[in-house]
């Protein structure tokens, strides 16, 4: 008989938290190594497991020294008697959580008559699937103990020392050995907190990951009601500006790693307004001496000029040593009158959703998301109800260690916003395409690498000429020569059906949230379109936007929403 067994059997029994008695055997461990397409990374968490005839106890090795505090330390536990597992998770302030799951809540297991041998001991192979994912478990009867290195994938009446996940993925056995004590511990602890179902538990853990830094809650955004801004800019209150249209915020942003991601959440919806609006979160850039709070304060004809060839000054449209223009965040279209018009229309078989949830990744932009920074939102609209936005900033960790790299130094650049969020404080319209093609002149400093534009695009005019409904090239220029083309086009907007109560319906089936349009839908958001810039040396250069923008027809006419920023890196 193996040494293993001849380990010394204490019966002696512990009286866990939840009332089970633990009666203590031969204990063993077991640690578990990854092997992904056949290779080891050395740097890869491993799996020590600690078992027994009864019970099992498994978790990641890690050193908590390098972990990040938000972090929970999750423990697996198995009860082959209750035929029963424990989750278990403490976090960094002490508190404990956990779930509780019954064996016949996994996957079920099927037997094969294939076996192998892992360290020495003959493994018998069991199959089963998760979520469209194969699963092979190898597992040992030779011992007196029971265990596995995972639960999620079912748990065989043994000790696992092999799983692996759609024929690439392992999680392999590379040692097992007695446990070193003279008086073995008892696997289970004394307590484990409360208790949790499985989705809330799997919530919390994640929730602690997350840092949420709000910007707006629940606030209004309408036209012509009064306003009455607070004195104190350096607190974070939110002001009102454009008779009531935009609102913007003072933001103190947390440092974080390079490896973060950053994601943008906006809720919204409809307060009184029925139309389909277009809606823009924006940073104002304050790097230079003049910036857009000077129109916002102060009135539009404070804001810097673009004078095109139609005869017409565009403000704040273009950078200059001056002044930077918006940097937009996320660029968004209300639907027609959702949640204010839900109970006011009825049409057979819908249902119409309460809001509209948007959310993106904006992990490019946290160069310009630094210290603080003033944030706004503007929805365009005449309406004193309008409608009632909740936007927030997701930070999500790149890893779980606190990281030791040195952090890459990001460099970017605002070229270009068209959109008029001072649209009902007489903004200029972006009608400038007609005659002339948006041009921003720039210095580039030396030192940059991995230039790229992230450009973002909409066309506007809302009848059957117009550039809402049709197709027109955008064409980017630098120094005069084609850097790249793309024609913005959405023909998925039927989808977004049951975000548009109050759109019309036409004779023949169709209602106008369901048209095509260029680069947007009523009740989506507009993704950016990315292009790198490989030929951009140091120095002066000049970026144009060229549009075959349709004639006006009437009192109708087109225009085109364009923001773009430059991002790249220091050598």
């Known amino acids: 008989?193996?040494?293993?067994?001849?380990?010394?059997?204490?019966?002696?029994?512990?009286?866990?938290?939840?009332?089970?008695?633990?009666?203590?055997?031969?204990?063993?461990?077991?640690?578990?190594?990854?092997?992904?397409?056949?290779?080891?990374?050395?740097?890869?968490?491993?799996?020590?497991?600690?078992?027994?005839?009864?019970?099992?106890?498994?978790?990641?090795?890690?050193?908590?020294?390098?972990?990040?505090?938000?972090?929970?330390?999750?423990?697996?536990?198995?009860?082959?008697?209750?035929?029963?597992?424990?989750?278990?998770?403490?976090?960094?302030?002490?508190?404990?959580?956990?779930?509780?799951?019954?064996?016949?809540?996994?996957?079920?297991l099927t037997e094969t008559n294939e076996t192998t041998v892992i360290l020495g001991y003959t493994c018998k192979l069991v199959k089963t699937s998760l979520r469209s994912n194969s699963i092979d478990i190898w597992y040992t009867t030779d011992l007196d103990v029971k265990g596995a290195p995972s639960m999620a994938y079912g748990i065989p009446n043994g000790l696992v020392l092999k799983v692996v996940r759609n024929g690439n993925y392992e999680l392999v056995a590379t040692s097992l050995k007695p446990l070193n004590k003279k008086i073995p511990e008892a696997i289970f602890p004394e307590q484990m907190g409360e208790n949790l179902e499985l989705p809330l538990y799997r919530h919390r853990i994640t929730q602690n990951l997350i840092t949420t830094i709000p910007i707006f809650v629940n606030e209004q955004i309408s036209f012509g009601n009064k306003i009455e801004?607070?004195?104190?800019?350096?607190?974070?209150?939110?002001?009102?500006?454009?008779?009531?249209?935009?609102?913007?915020?003072?933001?103190?942003?947390?440092?974080?790693?390079?490896?973060?991601?950053?994601?943008?959440?906006?809720?919204?919806?409809?307060?009184?307004?029925?139309?389909?609006?277009?809606?823009?979160?924006?940073?104002?850039?304050?790097?230079?001496?003049n910036t857009f709070l000077d129109g916002l304060r102060g009135g539009a004809d404070k804001l810097p000029l673009f004078k095109a060839r139609n005869g017409k000054s565009y403000q704040a449209v273009t950078a200059s040593d001056q002044f930077s223009p918006l940097v937009?965040?996320?660029?968004?279209?209300?639907?027609?009158?959702?949640?204010?018009?839900?109970?006011?229309?009825?049409?057979?078989?819908?249902?119409?959703?309460?809001?509209?949830?948007?959310?993106?990744?904006?992990?490019?932009?946290?160069?310009?998301?630094?210290?603080?920074?003033?944030?706004?939102?503007?929805?365009?609209?005449?309406?004193?109800?309008?409608?009632?936005?909740?936007?927030?900033?997701?930070?999500?960790?790149?890893?779980?260690?606190?990281?030791?790299?040195?952090e890459k130094k990001q460099w970017s650049?605002?070229?270009?916003?068209?959109?008029?969020?001072?649209?009902?404080?007489?903004?200029?319209?972006?009608?400038?395409?007609?005659?002339?093609?948006?041009?921003?002149?720039?210095?580039i400093p030396s030192g940059i690498k991995n230039i790229r534009m992230r450009y973002l695009t909409t066309g506007h005019g809302g009848w059957d000429g117009g550039d809402e409904y049709n197709q027109r090239m955008n064409t980017i220029l630098l120094d005069g020569q084609v850097l790249f083309q793309f024609t913005p086009w959405r023909c998925d907007c039927a989808t977004y059906r049951k975000f548009n109560p109050a759109s019309g319906n036409f004779w023949n089936g169709i209602t106008s949230s369901d048209g095509s349009r260029s680069g947007w839908c009523p009740g989506s958001a507009t993704n950016p379109v990315y292009f790198p810039i490989t030929t951009l040396s140091p120095g002066k250069h000049k970026f144009s936007v060229a549009i075959p923008m349709g004639k006006p027809e009437g009192g109708s006419f087109s225009s085109w929403n364009v923001s773009a920023v430059l991002l790249g890196e220091y050598e």
């Open 229 to 289: 801004n607070p004195a104190d800019t350096t607190t974070q209150q939110t002001f009102k500006f454009a008779a009531g249209t935009v609102l913007i915020k003072k933001i103190k942003f947390p440092p974080v790693p390079d490896d973060t991601k950053l994601y943008v959440e906006l809720y919204q919806h409809s307060n009184g307004d029925a139309y389909d609006r277009t809606g823009s979160v924006f940073l104002i850039p304050t790097d230079k001496k």
């Open 1 to 108: 008989m193996r040494l293993l067994l001849t380990i010394i059997v204490l019966n002696t029994f512990l009286a866990t938290s939840f009332g089970t008695p633990k009666k203590l055997a031969p204990f063993i461990t077991v640690t578990y190594q990854t092997v992904i397409n056949g290779k080891t990374n050395p740097d890869d968490a491993k799996v020590n497991l600690i078992c027994s005839a009864e019970a099992s106890k498994s978790s990641m090795v890690k050193d908590s020294e390098k972990l990040l505090s938000s972090i929970a330390l999750e423990t697996n536990y198995v009860d082959y008697s209750l035929q029963k597992t424990y989750q278990v998770a403490q976090f960094n302030n002490g508190t404990i959580i956990h779930t509780s799951q019954a064996f016949a809540g996994y996957p079920e």
């Open 413 to 443: 650049m605002p070229l270009f916003n068209t959109l008029n969020v001072m649209e009902m404080a007489g903004q200029e319209y972006g009608t400038l395409f007609d005659t002339d093609s948006l041009t921003a002149e720039v210095t």
């Open 328 to 406: 937009e965040i996320l660029r968004f279209f209300t639907p027609f009158g959702i949640g204010h018009f839900n109970d006011k229309v009825t049409v057979y078989g819908q249902h119409w959703e309460d809001s509209t949830f948007y959310k993106q990744e904006i992990t490019e932009l946290l160069p310009q998301l630094q210290g603080e920074q003033w944030v706004g939102i503007f929805i365009g609209n005449y309406d004193k109800g309008g409608h009632r936005v909740t936007l927030n900033f997701k930070y999500y960790p790149g890893s779980r260690e606190i990281s030791n790299k040195a």
